[in-house]
C-alpha cells in the first residue's frame, strides 16, 4: 500500500522548460530511454526525403506521443526517470482494436490476489516480487494489419533526433491499446512452455509445481528447487 500512495504521490516533470541542472536529468533520462526504444527495436528513425515522403503518403497513419517524466525514490536517492508512451486515443486504429476486443487484458482479480496471500501465510511462504523491465517492448513486433503506423515527436522533442524526422512504431510500446493484451499472450506463452499452469480460477494466475531437498555438499546445506525443465539451487 505504501508503494501504491508514493506512485500516487509522484508528479510529472515536465518535458521541457526546467531549471538547467534539472534539464539535463531529465534529457539524459530521455536519451536512456530513446536508448532502449532503439535496441529493441520498437522503433525505426525517418528522416529527409524519406520522411517527407511518408508524411505525404501516410497522413492518416499518425498517432500522437508524449514523455511521462517522473522523479522516483530508491533507497536513499532518487533518480529521473522518462516512459515514451503513444497517445492510445490518436491511434488511427483505436475504433477497430475496440471492437475486435484488444483494448483488454486479463488483470488479476482482488479474489484471486486475496487467494494467493491466504495461500502463501497457511503455507508460510515467502513472497517474492518481480518486475521485467520494458514489458511491453518483449511483446513481439507491431501487429502486421496495423502497420504502419507512425508517432509525431513529443513536446520537448527527443535528445539527438532532427525535430522534422518521422517516428516508425515498430514494435509494442506503451500507450498502444493493445500492448497489454499482446504482452499478456508473450508472458502467458512463455511461462506454460517451462512447465507453469494457467489457473482455471483466475487466467492471470499461474502456477508450477517444484520439489524443494535438503542436500549437504562439503560440509554446507543447500535448499534444491526443481521444477519442470529447469534446477535451481540455493545455499541455507
Request: net charge positive; with cysteine.
Amino acid at each position: 500500500m505504501s508503494a501504491f500512495l508514493q506512485k500516487r504521490m509522484q508528479k510529472e516533470i515536465p518535458p521541457s522548460g526546467n531549471d538547467p541542472a534539472l534539464q539535463s536529468r531529465v534529457d539524459e533520462a530521455k536519451r536512456a530511454e530513446w536508448q532502449t526504444l532503439s535496441e529493441k527495436p520498437a522503433v525505426r528513425v525517418w528522416t529527409g526525403a524519406k520522411a517527407q515522403q511518408i508524411l505525404n503518403k501516410h497522413p492518416n497513419r499518425f498517432v500522437g506521443s508524449r514523455f511521462v517524466i517522473v522523479e522516483k525514490s530508491e533507497d536513499q536517492s532518487t533518480r529521473i526517470k522518462a516512459r515514451w508512451c503513444l497517445q492510445g486515443h490518436l491511434d488511427p486504429d483505436f475504433r477497430e482494436k475496440i471492437t475486435s476486443g484488444l483494448c483488454h487484458s486479463p488483470t488479476l482479480s482482488q479474489l484471486a490476489r486475496a487467494l494467493i496471500l491466504q495461500v502463501l501465510v497457511s503455507k508460510k511462504w515467502t513472497l517474492c516480487l518481480g518486475d521485467v523491465k520494458g514489458a511491453f517492448l518483449e511483446a513481439g513486433p507491431l501487429d502486421a494489419k496495423f502497420k504502419p503506423l507512425y508517432a509525431r515527436q513529443p513536446a520537448g522533442g527527443i535528445p539527438g533526433v532532427d525535430p522534422t524526422a518521422v517516428i516508425e512504431v515498430l514494435g509494442n510500446v506503451y500507450g498502444a491499446n493493445d500492448a497489454p493484451l499482446n504482452w499478456y499472450h508473450t508472458f502467458d506463452q512463455a511461462v506454460c512452455e517451462i512447465g507453469f499452469e494457467r489457473s482455471q480460477f483466475d487466467e492471470c494466475r499461474e502456477t508450477t509445481a517444484c520439489q524443494v531437498s535438503i542436500q549437504e555438499v562439503e560440509g554446507r546445506q543447500w535448499r534444491i528447487l526443481r521444477c519442470p525443465l529447469r534446477s535451481e539451487s540455493s545455499e541455507l
